[in-house]
């Protein structure tokens, strides 16, 4: 596994650790730049920072509630050391 996947989700799972309720970290995707860090992009959608580190969710699953659909909403998380985002489960 490339070191630096594991360093960020050492450092997610370290901010996270009792704040965060989550059983699984994994890759999803890598923004473009970091003039992307605080904002909207494409299908990923910044909700806030908190705990150090960046959350995201996608779009299309924000669609799917307003329709009101039956899904979940991914929870995408990312650090300041790297533009790699994860998805965090329960």
Known sequence: MNTNFVKDIATIANALN????????????????????????????????????????KRTALDDVIMLKDCEIPVLVGCAESCNLYQIYR
């Open 18 to 57: 009792g704040k965060v309720e989550f059983s699984c970290i994994e890759f999803d995707q890598c923004l473009l730049g970091e003039e992307y860090r605080e904002k909207n992009f494409n299908n990923i959608v910044f909700v806030k920072k908190a705990f150090g580190v960046y959350f995201y969710t």
